[in-house]
């Protein structure tokens, strides 16, 4: 059977020496101010990314070198939020995600801001592997291609290109709830051309 290429992405324990320079959790690397949606709600990070490193562990991925990329999302356990984050290809959800309830920034900032809207750090790390192409991952990964699961993404493919994959019990606080669902898996695309570094990509989510 045909297999696919991709690199897990697993949490670093103490005695790992790899630094993929992927990070979920933590402090943004942004020196603005912290994004809120249009609600009013401050987002969320969910993760950030040293360009440099991951570029070094991941030949084809062709990341802005020295940037930082951190992406936001929104969130709030006070009430349903699923549906400000969803997007399965269609024009009104997309436009809707993109009016601010999530966001993804670059900077050359490598310093790290906090804020009380963020959940525990925790660095990863990147394990190459291959799974037969008909299967579902219901892991954090990056890939080259699309994972099995993902659609409605050709709206995107003129001004965006898929990164990663992130699976909502990878995320702090671990149960799934940092996407709503304890199942749900979080994309990252990134803008082809960056023009603002408020806007370099876009982060939704689709659920079974």
């Not at 020196?31 to 991941?58: F, H, M, R, S, V």
């Not at 003129?158 to 709830?177: K, T």
Request: net charge negative; hydrophobic share 35%; proline share 4%.
């Amino acid at each position: 059977m045909t297999k696919q290429e991709l690199y897990r992405l697993t949490h670093k324990q103490n005695n790992d020496i790899q630094n993929s320079g992927i990070k979920f959790g933590g402090g943004a690397f942004w020196q603005n101010n912290w994004p809120k949606n249009p609600l009013g709600e401050d987002l969320a990070l969910l993760l950030t990314i040293d360009t440099n490193k991951l570029n070094n562990l991941i030949d084809y991925i062709n990341l802005p070198k020295d940037k930082f990329l951190s992406i936001f999302s929104t969130y709030n356990p006070q009430r349903y939020f699923l549906d400000d984050i969803v997007f399965f290809g269609d024009e009104k959800e997309l436009n809707y995600i993109k009016s601010g309830f999530t966001r993804v920034t670059i900077s050359n900032q490598d310093i790290l801001k906090k804020h009380n809207n963020i959940f525990e750090s925790k660095d990863m790390k990147i394990e190459k592997t291959e799974i037969e192409e008909s299967s579902f991952p219901s892991f954090s990964l990056v890939s080259k291609k699309y994972p099995k699961g993902l659609s409605g993404c050709k709206a995107l493919e003129d001004e965006y290109r898929f990164i990663c994959q992130v699976y909502s019990r990878d995320l702090p606080p671990y149960d799934g709830s940092a996407l709503y669902l304890s199942d749900a898996i979080g994309y990252l695309f990134l803008r082809k051309n960056i023009i603002d570094e408020n806007d370099a990509g876009i982060f939704f989510v689709q659920t079974a």
